[in-house]
């Protein structure tokens, strides 16, 4: 007896040879939706219209007409059981053994509409339905919602078919999960949180060896790609996206970042990105060894030539020349990235942070906040410079992608010293000096977090800090202002907090 395959796709990219392989090689009979049976005649495949199959009526014919007793009764047949076969036989039920569904993603059909009312008439129950009754009897039928999986369900065994049939169930469950999602956004009740993560792949251990790790794919992930076939680790995912959240602040200029443990060690901005590396470099160069490097434009050979001659672990950037990825073919222990979304789009994604905790679920929106001159209040008498102004900018945008507390001190578009991960601010400026030394004088300090105390300004007196940058907020506010007044002290209160755990 012929094995028979219901097909109904909205994607239909491969379709036509996998049909073709259905019928001439695996003696299938193909019964199709309308609309997949006139494309795959079109093709020259023999199939028949699910209108011809049965005489049953069906029960929501506006739902594409696939939808009846028929075809359901045939998906939840046991095909091996011959009782059950000759009962079927009685009501001119006829097995399925195979099930190819998928259909138009929600959020493309949710985005078509304007008011719940065609929300609701873009719902695909017949398809959600079809899916739901082949993966129930994932004994008796495959069933197949990706074209990923053609030629791997046709060799499928029960375990196998099983696996298709989660797959399956993880889709109509998404799709169900999305209808709430929008839902709420008419109801004005935001009760369930949609997140769809299917996995790329394991990797080869997770933050330390003894974890495991896996990279899922999101709706909103950038295009990229890492040259030579070479696979990032866990920790080089989170170095990498350190290093282009950084880049893309300032992508319309040079710019190079360098990335440690998930905190930035060296940022600087240059004439040439050259200038721009050696200076971000300069910053620490102890830390900048085995460290991710992320450029905001194309490297180029000099900066290849003095990256082979360094322990780097990745690098990133928008581009490569031609002479600069001959030059790394010889250091097999770099990793290269290549991005193809722009700088400009990636500072535009509004992914949500996601936190996983036994408490329960943290969920809260990317922080995008912008800086620019407009939006400064000079609370001081002193007033500064032009040049201060722009290497408090800088300094702010390095502090707000460092780790709370953080202390950025800046001068001439480079980090001379980064203090981050300290449990008060006023640590975090005694560390933030120490480690700039003469490199203080005149510099900008930039905090992420409200100073509390005049001690905070008496320390970057002391550093003969030439200008100070932080959120204010304080209860002491004005003491620290009139502290600053008293010492000709430069201050600018932005009013944005930048807490980074």
Not at 218 to 247: C, G, H, P, Q, R
Not at 274 to 280: E, F, L, N
Not at 332 to 352: A, C, F, G, H, S
Request: net charge negative; charged share 25%.
């Amino acid at each position: 007896m012929k094995r028979r395959a219901f097909i109904s796709v909205y994607d239909k990219e491969g379709l036509i040879d996998f049909a073709r392989n259905l019928t001439e090689k695996f003696d299938y009979e193909i019964v199709a939706a309308t609309e997949t049976y006139n494309y795959l005649q079109k093709a020259g495949v023999e199939a028949t219209n699910v209108d011809e199959f049965n005489s049953f009526s069906g029960l929501l014919s506006n739902d594409y007409n696939i939808l009846n007793e028929t075809i359901l009764a045939g998906i939840l047949s046991n095909s091996s059981d011959s009782k059950e076969l000759n009962e079927l036989e009685r009501f001119a039920v006829k097995p399925f053994d195979m099930v190819v569904v998928n259909i138009c993603p929600f959020e493309k059909a949710a985005n078509e509409t304007y008011n719940a009312e065609e929300l609701f008439e873009k719902i695909d129950i017949a398809g959600l339905t079809i899916l739901r009754a082949a993966s129930k009897n994932y004994k008796n039928v495959t069933v197949i919602i990706d074209k990923i999986d053609y030629y791997i369900a046709l060799n499928a065994n029960e375990f196998g078919r099983m696996k298709l049939a989660n797959k399956a169930f993880n889709f109509t469950s998404t799709y169900d999960r999305q209808i709430c999602t929008k839902l709420s956004e008419y109801t004005g009740e935001q009760t369930f949180k949609i997140f769809s993560f299917e996995k790329i792949k394991d990797l080869n251990h997770g933050e330390n060896p003894h974890q495991h790790g896996s990279i899922y794919r999101n709706d909103k992930m950038i295009d990229y790609e890492v040259l030579e076939d070479k696979e990032l680790s866990f920790n080089n995912i989170l170095n990498v996206t350190e290093a282009v959240n950084i880049v893309s602040e300032f992508y319309d200029v040079n710019c190079v970042a360098i990335i440690r443990h998930d905190k930035p060690c060296g940022v600087a901005l240059g004439r040439s990105l050259y200038d721009a590396y050696t200076k971000a470099f300069d910053c620490d160069p102890v830390s900048s060894f085995y460290g991710v490097v992320g450029f905001s434009k194309t490297v180029d050979a000099e900066i290849a030539k003095h990256l082979n001659s360094m322990a780097v672990e990745v690098v990133v950037a928008p581009d490569y020349e031609p002479q600069a990825l001959d030059l790394f073919k010889d250091n097999p222990d770099i990793k290269l990235v290549k991005l193809n979304t722009p700088l400009k789009e990636y500072r535009k994604l509004t992914v949500e942070e996601v936190i996983m905790t036994p408490f329960g679920i943290l969920v809260q929106d990317r922080n995008t906040s912008e800086l620019n001159k407009e939006m400064f209040k000079v609370v001081t008498t002193e007033k500064p410079t032009a040049e201060q102004i722009e290497d408090a900018i800088f300094a702010w945008k390095v502090a707000k992608h460092s780790k709370t507390n953080a202390v950025v001190i800046a001068r001439d578009f480079k980090a001379v010293a980064i203090s981050q991960g300290q449990t008060n601010s006023l640590s975090a400026i005694e560390s933030a000096l120490d480690y700039a030394c003469d490199n203080s004088k005149d510099a900008v300090l930039a905090s992420d977090s409200v100073l509390p105390s005049e001690d905070c300004i008496y320390a970057a007196v002391q550093g003969r800090i030439g200008l100070i940058i932080q959120p204010g907020g304080s209860i002491k506010d004005q003491k620290l202002i009139d502290t600053c007044n008293k010492y000709g002290l430069p201050m600018i209160t932005t009013g944005i907090r930048n807490y980074r755990q």
